[in-house]
């Protein structure tokens, strides 16, 4: 028998219509008792399943730089296969808000081990947590890589020669004459097996891109960590020299014209040939409408005067080789307007 105040949601008769506003009324109204108490039960499981979930340990994965202490005098660390190394980490519930992962330091201490090979395996005993051994609630379960192969070698000097590098293009029309770097040699230190097969050390790339003029300017060598300059820090300079690309070109039949003409004259030709040499940029814009050659007859008296050479007028960068042929000049002894 259902208690008296037990009614059910659908309470009318058959074939009786739904009324919503009735059933709303009645859900508000009616079994206020069982719907509060229903609502304070669903607010005390979910206070334990989250009381639970705090309590729960958490996982972190990080990265941390791989540190080498007390490395022997005069020796170095060569072949190491990683910079840094992985934990893997799981924090107690009362860790978690003050835990650090920059706060852990994974070191190498190399005070006592003798030069070679060397297998070294990584463990709690290589961390330290604020300089501290990890704390309770913080359990390092994994380090990766935790084997690690590498040498301890004998460190020598060495002097190399300085070698350039550059990048870019000169200016149209431009060469690279010479580079020169000063000082030309510099020494280094580092590792036998390392530096012993060195024989020379570049610099970082030079930028010459439009370069069109001589030049010189501080360089950066290109050294690798593992070696380290000797003495004090030197400036290292690039001294660039540049030149024109020179071409050559034969001009046929350039005219020969006559200066100070005050006596009457006869030349065994008008025009001569010539080989020319200079500047590409200049060279290009040369031809026998804008070259030629000039005798200048104020310096010849009446009489023979075989195998001249007329000079030709070109700018001042280019070069006559070779011109042909020699000019036979005649000087008469009458005015130049009397001559027929």
């Known amino acids: 028998m259902r208690p008296p105040n037990l009614i059910p949601i659908r309470n009318r008769r058959k074939g009786e ?12 109204t009616e079994n206020l008792s069982l719907k509060a108490f229903a609502i304070v039960m669903a607010v005390v499981m979910w206070g334990f399943v989250a009381s639970q979930r705090t309590g729960e340990i958490s996982e972190w994965r990080f990265t941390r730089p791989l540190v080498i202490k007390n490395t022997p005098p005069n020796m170095d660390v060569v072949g190491l296969p990683v910079q840094s190394v992985g934990l893997w980490v799981r924090l107690a519930p009362s860790q978690r ?3 650090n992962s920059s706060d852990f330091e994974v070191s190498i201490d190399l005070a ?8 070294y395996i990584l463990s709690e005993e290589n961390l330290t947590y604020n300089n501290q051994p990890p704390p309770k609630g913080v359990q390092v379960y994994q380090i990766q890589p935790s084997v690690l192969n590498f040498r301890l070698e004998e460190l020598i000097e060495k002097e190399l020669t300085i070698r350039h590098r550059y990048s870019g293009n000169t200016a149209k029309g431009y060469t690279i004459e010479s580079i020169r770097i000063e000082p030309p ?6 590792a036998r097996s390392r530096l012993e097969k ?8 030079l930028e010459i891109q439009e370069l069109e003029n001589d030049i010189g ?3 950066v060598l290109d050294i690798s960590p593992d070696l380290r300059l000797v003495g004090e820090k030197k400036d290292f300079m690039a001294f660039i020299e540049v030149s024109q690309n020179v071409s050559r070109l034969l001009i046929r039949d350039i005219p020969v ?3 100070n003409a005050n006596l009457a004259y006869r030349t065994s030709t008008r025009t001569v040939n010539v080989f020319l040499e200079g500047p590409e940029s200049i060279m290009n814009s040369l031809n026998k409408d804008n070259v030629f050659a000039v005798l200048d007859l104020s310096k010849y008296p009446p009489g023979n005067h075989p195998k001249q050479t007329p000079k030709v ?7 006559v080789l070779e011109q042909w042929p020699i000019v036979d000049l005649l000087v008469l002894g009458r005015p130049a307007n009397k001559s027929g």
């Open 313 to 319: 007028v070109v700018p001042e960068t280019v070069k």
């Open 97 to 99: 808000r003050t835990f």
């Open 112 to 119: 006592n081990f003798a030069p070679g090979p060397l297998q």
């Open 185 to 190: 040699r510099v020494k280094l230190r580092g």
């Open 257 to 259: 014209r006559t200066e």
């Open 198 to 205: 060195l024989t020379t050390i570049f610099t970082k790339p």
């Open 217 to 219: 300017f501080l360089v």
């Open 17 to 28: 219509p739904w009324n919503p506003k009735e059933f709303l009324k009645k859900w508000f």
